[in-house]
């Protein structure tokens, strides 16, 4: 997206909406979708004493209808018609719900073992489902309340460095916050209090966005949006180069992160790298989304010039680290430490790509599409994770990986883990350069600024 302001137009996004945008999926929700993130796991495993296999048959279930709910939530939420608009009335039930069901997640009930991994599921989805309730009309109300590129860009880095720091908040003091408030109230499983306190903190901060925010930039017609038009937005060809690299950014992004573990352990075969190699990540990771993201911004303008300097550098040092790597840990931990600061911006400018995509929707229909462009993105990154999630396992199995035999797995399991981690997202970099040449938004950028400018002007 530009980094010009539309010419004539008065600040839309102030102080409290940027805010409360920012605090409301970036803030306490996030801190909690982080912890469900890294511990519900072992909780299912070691405090529920769900087997294993089970717990693994409830995450390909949840994680399949998460993704399916999507394009669901998408057109339910366009078709949304309320004296308030169309997505911001979501922002009111979800956080309730959100609290809900991510508290009773941390429930371990007296039930059978059959009976508590259902309860679980259900409830699983459930807090899946809430989720994408508040996550697809959180993406669609930007665009639809700001118009300057500017101004976007401005609040989407403001939540990119609270998401950044929620994660890294729920990964290094979760333990810490769990026993405070078991201390403090005396139980055994302080998860259930810390929930329910940032539960509470997000319905302050999505309640605050509705109060702040004004759908002005939405077009109405008089023909209610339904799940045909899921078809009509994949049927416009103009926009697979935008779906290809959404869905190719999500797994070959997961891939790398998803087995940085394995290649420490059994390629370098030091597990003692895993803890500063991961609050190297930390560290970079903030640096690069509170200073380095505005900084490239500035220099290159748009959000697909950011991308495609970040892909090419990420590239050129995935290249290295895939063929140098495992000879000298110090150069190791330096490019991924700088391979960290070009990748770590690439989530918000997921997200300059994804309101790019709605613009450019709207100028060619004439119509909003931003709940249904949200969703096909949001399940875009879900298939992503899923096949990340399986996809890393059937690798390894079919490389013939040992589970903890350091220092004996097979030749065939280290290459495809290090194959695995740096050679498929040199492929998918690849492919998303070739794909952002054919960007709708970037080729008509200046009809659509056009078009945004009469709209500010009315």
Wanted: hydrophobic share 50%; aromatic share 14%; net charge positive.
């Amino acid at each position: 997206m530009s980094n010009e302001p539309l010419k004539n137009t008065k600040k839309e996004a102030g102080p409290a909406f940027t805010f409360f945008y920012a605090t409301s999926a970036y803030g306490p929700a996030a801190i909690m979708a982080a912890v469900a993130a890294t511990f519900i796991s072992p909780f299912m495993t070691d405090t529920m004493l769900l087997p294993a296999a089970a717990c693994s048959v409830i995450m390909f279930i949840s994680s399949l209808w998460d993704a399916i709910n999507d394009p669901m939530m998408g057109v339910i939420a366009d078709r949304t018609n309320t004296k308030w608009g169309r997505y911001r009335p979501w922002l009111i039930p979800a956080p309730v719900l959100l609290t809900i069901f991510s508290t009773l997640m941390w429930i371990n009930p007296n039930l059978p073992t059959m009976a508590k991994a259902v309860f679980f599921l259900v409830v699983y989805m459930g807090y899946g489902m809430t989720r994408t309730m508040f996550t697809m009309p959180h993406v669609a109300l930007l665009p639809a309340c700001v118009k300057s590129d500017k101004e976007r860009n401005h609040v989407i880095h403001f939540g990119a460095i609270l998401n950044t720091a929620a994660f890294s908040i729920a990964s290094s003091f979760t333990p810490q916050m769990k026993a405070f408030f078991e201390n403090i109230f005396h139980i055994d499983n302080g998860y259930v209090p810390m929930m329910l306190v940032f539960g509470l903190m997000s319905c302050v901060t999505f309640w605050g966005l509705f109060k702040t925010s004004e759908e002005k930039y939405v077009v109405e017609t008089e023909e209610k949006a339904n799940a045909k038009d899921i078809f009509k937005v994949l049927g416009e060809k103009e926009l697979w180069p935008l779906l290809i690299v959404w869905l190719t950014f999500f797994i070959g992004y997961g891939l790398n992160f998803g087995t940085a573990v394995y290649y420490l352990m059994y390629y370098l075969e030091n597990p003692g790298l895993i803890t500063p190699f991961f609050l190297m990540l930390t560290v970079t990771g903030f640096i690069a989304i509170t200073f380095l993201f505005p900084l490239m911004l500035k220099v290159f303008k748009t959000g697909q010039k950011v991308y495609i300097f970040t892909l090419i550098v990420s590239g050129i040092l995935y290249i290295l680290l895939f063929l140098f790597g495992k000879y000298n840990v110090t150069l190791m931990l330096v490019m991924s430490g700088l391979v960290n600061l070009v990748t770590t911006p690439q989530i918000a400018l997921m997200s300059i790509l994804t309101i790019d995509a709605i613009d450019f929707m709207k100028w060619k229909t004439h119509r909003s599409s931003n709940g249904i462009i949200a969703s096909i993105k949001g399940f875009a990154e879900k298939c992503g994770s899923t096949v990340v999630n399986t996809g890393i396992l059937a690798i390894l199995a079919v490389s013939g990986y040992i589970p903890n035999a350091i220092g004996q797995e097979p030749a065939s399991a280290l290459f495809a883990i290090n194959a695995t981690r740096f050679g498929i997202p040199v492929i998918f970099a690849v492919i998303q350069l070739i794909c952002l040449r054919k960007n709708p938004a970037e080729i008509h950028r200046a009809e659509i600024e056009e078009m945004k400018a009469k709209e500010a002007a009315e």
